[in-house]
């Protein structure tokens, strides 16, 4: 198809950039990869995660899914969290969400969606327990970027609940999880300011190690 077919002109175009620049670069690059963080955000095609905080090739590991969501019966998200934490060695884990997210709105609509409405059901869980402060906000887009902001924080905890993230811990193991917003109009990433690295951050009730 002549529509896939720029996919693959793209793809000898970037080959020949990074070998002018680098002649070994997919040779170094296939030996091994050795990031340092592990990104948890949205699929949204318009948040891309390495551009977005300028990171190559093997420098970022990725997981993407509707919503950013960190569920505990996520069997994907664990393996992509123990993986990193276990055998990579990653030392902070970014919990991302964006502003105007259609996962976040889309939970805000009393309307069918269909399967994804499953998926969201969490963050349905999160506007109900912080209904009377975000139904205060009377403009809708601002009382969704609030969402994506309660979301975050709710996903962030998720993670430090996590006998992975507290093993880690418990060995002494250097690990922070973080929880940041990305602001699509601007391009600007904000810190929430959700900083996390011992099991002196966790509730008593979910401590598990």
Known sequence: MKELKKLFDNNRAWIAQKCEKD????????ESQEPKYLWIGCSDSRVPANEIVGLGAGELFVHRNIGNLFLHTDINC??????????????????????????????????????????????????????????????????SDRLVELNVKQQVLNICHTPIVQGAWARKQSLWVHGWVYDMQTGVLKDM??????????ENIYRIN
């Open 78 to 143: 664990l393996s992509v969290l123990e993986y990193a934490i276990d055998f990579l060695k990653i030392k902070h884990v970014i919990l991302c969400g964006h502003y105007g997210c259609g996962g976040i709105q889309a939970a805000m609509e009393e309307q069918k969606q269909g399967v994804v409405d499953h998926w969201l059901r969490c963050v349905r869980d999160v506007y109900a327990r912080n209904k009377e402060d975000l139904e205060a906000i009377k403009d809708l887009n601002k009382r």
């Open 23 to 30: 002649p070994s670069f997919f040779q170094n690059l296939s």
């Open 193 to 202: 300011d959700l900083c996390f690295s011992s099991i002196n951050h966790v």
